[in-house]
């Protein structure tokens, strides 16, 4: 039991070869059996905000104690699906790109993450077994519909089968306008 118990694997694929820039993943292997093979993909928000934060603060298998102690998360989502937390677009956590071509549409986005997942599906096949969440928060709110869209449209193989989207940032001109109703009510 403990840590060297939790299967894991990382890395960098590249997904813009004119600037090299890759996306870094963390991936984890969920630990107890479960009625059906699934992944989740975890997106943290920002816009350039780490899903490391999710990995070590929020669902993840281990949760930093202080700056020199790891420990391990007993409320992970790994313990009954795999996990998979991507830092993107490019240039954000450790991902990686040579120049200042950092994304600036949508669009653009969803096709590198698409790109990364179909160079994912090739060291990993056992994906394309698994019902896949995109999953996330805050700015996650705008990548993943447009992530599941691309999926969609360029027919790829994984078997998308669930959004899921916490505090999603969405449609900012409506939230800001509660702002100041719900500071006076509350």
């Known amino acids: 039991k403990g840590a060297s118990s ?11 070869p004119q600037h090299h820039g890759s996306l870094f993943f963390w991936h984890f292997e969920k630990k107890y059996p479960s009625d059906k093979l699934r992944t ?5 928000g920002g816009p350039g905000c780490s899903s490391l934060i999710g990995a070590l603060v929020e669902i993840g298998p281990f949760r930093l104690q202080d700056e020199n102690t ?3 998360n007993d409320g992970s989502w790994h313990l009954y699906t795999n996990l998979l937390f991507v830092d993107q677009p490019v240039g954000t956590g450790f991902s990686t790109i040579d120049t200042d071509s950092f ?5 653009e986005m969803a096709n590198q993450f698409v790109s990364f997942l179909d ?4 060291i990993f096949p056992e994906l394309l077994e698994n019902d896949i969440y995109l999953a996330g928060e805050s700015y996650a709110g705008q990548y993943i519909p447009y992530i599941a869209k691309a999926i969609l449209e360029q027919r790829s193989a994984l078997k998308l089968c669930g959004l899921l989207i916490g505090n999603g940032r969405i449609d900012p001109v409506t939230k ?3 702002y100041l109703p719900f500071a006076v009510a509350n």
Do not use: F, T
């Not at 994304?103 to 669009?107: F, K, S, V």
């Open 40 to 44: 989740v993909i975890w997106l943290n």
């Open 103 to 107: 994304i600036h549409e949508l669009d």
């Open 119 to 122: 160079q994912y599906i090739k």
């Open 176 to 178: 800001y306008k509660s």
């Open 70 to 72: 790891m420990i391990e």
């Open 6 to 16: 939790i299967r894991m694997h990382a890395g960098l694929l590249p997904v813009n």
